[in-house]
């Protein structure tokens, strides 16, 4: 059996809080893909990208109902909290090719995919 190597590069990490007049509009957003409830919005939201030197941050918000529909992201700028912005992004499809693991981010995300990231916050966990 071929493991897979020890992810090693880190996630960036940066948090913010889903404003409530956005979970509205996730919920908006998920209405052409067979609808969501409020209570599926993530409001805690963490770039999980791999640690990068821009102040633009993605987070996941929301899964959309459907083979490849995607997930609803918010994206914000550190320092400018206000400047969020959500968008239906389809997903990535890069899968590990030793635990066929399948990468959790939106297609054409920058850095690593998340299987090949270590997140030492041990909230994953």
């Known amino acids: 059996m071929t493991l897979a190597p020890p992810a090693t590069r880190p996630v960036c990490g940066a948090t913010i809080v889903l404003p409530a007049s956005l979970v ?31 102040n633009e941050h993605y987070a996941f918000v929301l899964e959309l109902s459907g083979a490849e529909t995607g997930a609803v992201w918010a994206r914000w700028e550190a320092g400018a909290p206000s400047r969020f912005v959500l968008k239906v ?37």
């Open 24 to 54: 509205v509009r996730a919920v908006a957003l998920a209405t052409a893909h067979g609808g969501a409830a409020a209570e599926d919005v993530e409001r805690h939201l963490r770039c999980l990208l791999q640690a990068h030197k821009s």
């Open 89 to 125: 992004l389809p997903d990535c499809p890069a899968t590990d090719q030793v635990t066929h693991e399948p990468c959790g981010e939106f297609a054409g995300h920058q850095g690593g995919h998340t299987y090949q990231l270590a997140d030492g916050s041990g909230l994953d966990e």
